[in-house]
């Protein structure tokens, strides 16, 4: 399979713990981006990373939140003392990034994040 | 980036064409208009993109007026596996991240 693997699929914990995300893009994608999603909605822009480097940050990402991504391969997204409103599907995607072209994001299919 | 607005939701039934039409008024001439499916417990996934007339590819089709204030995602012949939820998204050309900004999206119900 050489799509966007996402791990794990199912995170269950307690409010206040940390929690971490995985995403594997296509490997030859040099951009990635983290969505957030609720029951009902579309997917919310989180944060996007070209190569290595993060380039933006939504006002969504509080300072509990944190995303790498070392060596512009996988990335992480961590969450600090999680909250009720914390629980979402966490999408990972990414694309190529051509300059003059709009290239398709390739979406994993989420790490579904529920906080007790 | 512009504000996309499509119905919330439509019915059809098997072996219809399905059209779901987006406006989008204050498209902006670097914009691209992007269409994504996405089912239950999975990632969105990209049907078909186009900036002006009309896009065809083996899934759908998309109907751009002259001035690019709606488009129409046609679905030929639905099947029951066609049931998903619709996103209208414009996309930037020029933008420097590229990040998709999703609307509620259209639920499409086929029957049988």
């Known amino acids: 399979d050489t799509g966007v693997s996402q791990d794990p699929r199912h995170k269950i914990t307690k409010r206040g713990q940390n929690v971490t995300f995985r995403c594997d893009p296509i490997s030859e994608h040099n951009r990635l981006y983290w969505y957030r999603q609720t029951l009902g909605q579309g997917p919310e822009f989180l944060t996007y990373?070209?190569?290595?480097?993060?380039?933006?940050k939504s006002r969504l990402l509080s300072d509990r939140f944190s995303a790498e991504r070392p060596k512009g391969s996988f990335s992480t997204l961590e969450i600090q003392r999680t909250e009720q409103g914390d629980s979402a599907m966490y999408l990972c995607?990414?694309?190529?990034?051509?300059?003059?072209?709009?290239?398709?994001?390739?979406f994993g299919d989420g790490t579904r994040l529920s906080i007790l | 980036l512009a504000k996309t607005t499509q119905p919330i939701s439509m019915d059809s039934y098997e072996g219809q064409e399905v059209n779901i039409t987006c406006s989008h008024n204050n498209i902006a001439t670097n914009d691209y208009i992007t269409w994504y499916q996405q089912f239950p417990s999975q990632g969105p996934r990209f049907i078909i993109q186009g900036y002006k007339t009309k896009v065809t590819n083996e899934v759908a089709s998309l109907f751009i007026p002259a001035d690019r204030k709606s488009s129409t995602l046609s679905l030929p012949r639905v099947s029951l596996s066609d049931t998903a939820v619709y996103y209208c998204l414009v996309a930037t050309l020029s933008s420097n991240t590229g990040k998709l900004i999703f609307g509620q999206g259209t639920t499409l119900q086929v029957k049988p």
């Open positions: 990373f070209q190569n290595e480097a993060q380039l933006e």
């Open positions: 995607a990414s694309s190529l990034g051509v300059r003059g072209e709009l290239e398709p994001q390739h």
